[in-house]
């Protein structure tokens, strides 16, 4: 039995190429983000890859890339799932603010610490540690077992509910989840062995 998961980070936002702290705010793709979803989902075809449910998050950039990556599969009609458990990280304060005027006015290494530390919470936000808290118990609860049934599962997300999943499929600690980028509308196609654990690996670049 296949035991197939895919994680997409959704494609380039309208804060993405304005490089904004997004978080939460609920943003459109840009058309170079509708053309990253629809060109994940066509190298995901090339594969003869297709799903029987998509999880997702409670926003429009996610859902739209995954509505974007069925299309191109052919798919429109399955299930999918949406759940604010797989929402982005909440930037808090940084909401909206640009992210090279933050590392002007906090310096470059608070701001990365911000960004990509394990546990340090940007002022009124979440940690990667308090995504991993909400993202896990759901994925434990509600994607996992899909998998374990032998469901082709694909989780179009966000870059950090994303590394939080990552973290544990690739078994990382918090020194060295830091490391960890994904860019955007690029699939991880990781197949599980009858334990949970990863065997295969797959990164679909463009
Ligand atoms: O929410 C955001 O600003 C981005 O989608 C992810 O941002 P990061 O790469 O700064 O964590």
């Avoid at 190429?17 to 170079?32: A, M, P, Q, Y």
């Avoid at 909400?134 to 049934?149: D, S």
């Avoid at 939080?164 to 060295?176: E, F, G, K, W």
């Avoid at 990863?198 to 679909?204: A, S, W």
């Amino acid at each position: 039995m296949d035991r197939l998961l895919v994680l997409a980070r959704h494609g380039q936002s309208d804060w993405n190429l304005k490089n904004l702290f997004t978080g939460w705010k609920n943003v459109e793709l840009t058309d170079l983000g509708v053309q990253e979803a629809r060109a994940a989902g066509q190298r995901l075809k090339q594969r003869g890859i297709g799903f029987d449910v998509v999880f997702t998050s409670d926003l429009m950039r996610a859902q739209k890339t995954c509505q974007l990556i069925l299309e191109e599969l052919g798919q429109t009609n399955i299930e999918v799932i949406h759940d604010q458990a797989l929402n982005e990280r909440d930037y808090g304060d940084l909401t909206g603010l640009n992210k090279d005027d933050a590392r002007q006015r906090w310096g470059e290494e608070q701001v990365h610490i911000w960004r990509r530390s394990y546990d340090v919470a940007p002022p009124g936000g979440e940690s990667l540690k308090d995504t991993v808290a909400r993202a896990l118990p759901y994925y434990v609860t509600n994607i996992l077992p899909r998998v374990m049934q032998g469901q082709r599962v694909l989780v179009a997300a966000h870059g950090n509910s994303l590394r939080a999943l990552i973290m544990v499929l690739d078994r990382l600690n918090s020194q060295t989840i830091p490391g960890v980028e994904l860019s955007t509308g690029v699939p991880l196609v990781y197949k599980l062995d009858a334990d949970t654990s990863v065997i295969e690996k797959t990164i679909l670049e463009a």
